[in-house]
């Protein structure tokens, strides 16, 4: 399984970026599974952003990103997008697609490399 992001850049306060997470070895179609963005400012911890789930797609998102990220997905592309709007400076930090695969003791984890989101007048 791989996990790869993209989309990541600088933008101005109030801007939009759209992140990809587009993964391999496995199909979003046929897998149980739970995709999260994290994110990890400078030092700080990482925190978890959002998340979706397989099947039925629910979503969730931490409080500071409610109604500004949108985390979506494309089973055709096996690719999921976390669509973020009106950035804040403080939305600056290392993005990290992570897709939790499988359930229970036959579950494992796979992370991306990250990329770095700069919000910054």
């Known amino acids: 399984v791989q996990v790869v992001e993209s989309g990541g850049g600088s933008v101005q306060p109030g801007g939009s970026l759209r992140l990809s997470c587009a993964a391999s070895?496995?199909?979003?179609?046929?897998?149980?599974?739970?995709l999260s963005w994290y994110r990890q400012a400078p030092g700080k911890e990482r925190e978890l952003v959002c998340a979706?789930?397989?099947?039925?797609?629910?979503?969730t998102y931490v409080d500071s990103v409610k109604g500004r990220f949108t985390i979506s997905r494309d089973n055709a592309k096996n690719t999921a997008y976390l669509q973020m709007n009106s950035l804040k400076p403080e939305d600056t930090a290392v993005y990290y697609c992570n897709v939790h695969l499988g359930l229970l003791s036959h579950s494992s984890d796979y992370w991306g490399q990250g990329t770095q989101v700069t919000v910054s007048s």
């Open positions: 979706i789930t397989s099947g039925r797609g629910s979503t």
């Open positions: 070895g496995f199909t979003f179609s046929r897998s149980t599974y739970i």
